[in-house]
């Protein structure tokens, strides 16, 4: 099985960028479907950006679409979440997960695997 660990977290000023990492160990990150969620207090769990396992197809939120950019190394195990123009309503904890053979499901019950979440705080 795999473990994920956020990391880039942090606070940011409105229309700041920011990448967020997911380090994958255990083996087998190239046959995860990778995506992020994100969760504010007092809210459901929300999904952000996925991945395929391939790299090759990737789906975002309509409130990230065009300013948010998932990316994979497969090579050092590592999903990535580009963020630009950030605003306030981004703040929250950012969560990674993987889906084995995943091809980059949008909703949070297809991802077995999760990381610990790494919190970005963006003031305005």
């Known amino acids: 099985q795999v473990q994920l660990v956020e990391s880039g977290g942090g606070l940011v000023q409105a229309g700041d960028s920011m990448i967020l990492s997911c380090a994958a160990s255990?083996?087998?990150?190239?046959?995860?479907?990778m995506g992020w969620f994100r969760q504010s207090p007092g809210k459901e769990r929300e999904f952000v950006a996925a991945?395929?396992?391939?790299?090759?197809?990737?789906y975002y939120a309509d409130s990230v679409k065009g300013r948010f950019t998932i990316t994979r190394d497969n090579a050092k195990n590592t999903v990535f979440l580009l963020m630009n123009n950030l605003n306030s309503e981004d703040t929250a904890a950012y969560y990674c997960?993987?889906?084995?053979w995943g091809s980059g499901s949008t909703g949070p019950q297809a991802y077995r695997y999760w990381g610990q979440g790494t919190q970005v705080t963006v003031s305005s």
């Open positions: 255990g083996g087998g990150f190239g046959s995860y479907g």
């Open positions: 997960a993987g889906e084995l």
């Open positions: 991945i395929s396992y391939g790299g090759g197809r990737t």
